[in-house]
């Protein structure tokens, strides 16, 4: 059963990108990587989805190298409300998805 | 306009009586999935359905129960719910690889 690795926690400010990494060593060639945004008693939020090279949508750019071992997900100058966990997860072949442990971000003034 | 509605959003229930939550889609997504998400854990898939084709997660006790009427609605029953149980339960739906989540029920057991 892959695992995917994430930081637990990081800090930033406003204004400020902040990248936050997965691991995924053992992803299958099919599979695509998901980014989901979790707040407090709220069902997580769809970000952004990559297969490989560079996926950028109206929120956020993905990153995902040749290998496809690790991904990273790019927030451009955040704010307060990007304040939130960030779930990294992939998608095997039986439509399943496995969540990462999740990336907690603060966001300060 | 919420797409993946779950109700209640509280529920309280007595250790082993039974429970069931309930999720509906006007997405009209094949697929529906049951998460359980405890507190600062990420969510752990149940079981989903693809249409009706239930598939089970190995590790998903067998107090854990789900049924799908039809393409909009899915429920899941907690036979005889115990204190471990408590956690937040998250409906959602997918369409080319993309999960739409509910806001989720939280399931207290007193």
């Known amino acids: 059963l892959a695992k995917t690795t994430q930081p637990i926690s990081m800090d930033s400010y406003e204004g400020q990108e902040v990248n936050i990494t997965c691991s995924h060593n053992n992803i299958a060639t099919n599979d695509y990587i998901t980014w989901y945004q979790q707040f407090p008693s709220q069902g997580p939020r769809f970000i952004i989805q990559?297969?490989?090279t560079k996926v950028t949508n109206e929120v956020a750019s993905l990153f995902i190298p040749a290998d496809r071992k690790s991904s990273t997900l790019s927030l451009p100058r955040v704010s307060l409300s990007d304040t939130a966990v960030y779930y990294c997860l992939w998608k095997g072949s039986q439509g399943n998805l496995i969540f990462g442990k999740g990336t907690k971000l603060s966001v300060k003034p | 306009d919420a797409m993946v509605i779950q109700n209640p959003r509280y529920q309280v229930t007595q250790f082993g009586k039974p429970v069931t939550l309930s999720c509906s889609q006007t997405?009209?997504?094949?697929?529906m999935y049951w998460y359980q998400q405890k507190s600062s854990q990420a969510p752990k898939l149940l079981f989903h359905?693809?249409?009706?084709?239930?598939?089970n997660e190995a590790d998903t006790p067998d107090n854990f129960q789900s049924r799908r009427p039809n393409t909009s609605f899915c429920f899941l029953d907690i036979r005889s719910p115990g204190l471990g149980d408590a956690a937040m339960y998250l409906c959602?739906?997918?369409?080319?690889?993309?999960?739409?989540f509910g806001a989720g029920t939280r399931l207290s057991v007193l």
């Open positions: 359905y693809y249409d009706k084709d239930f598939n």
């Open positions: 959602a739906t997918s369409r080319q690889n993309i999960q739409y």
């Open positions: 990559g297969y490989k």
């Open positions: 997405l009209n997504h094949n697929v």
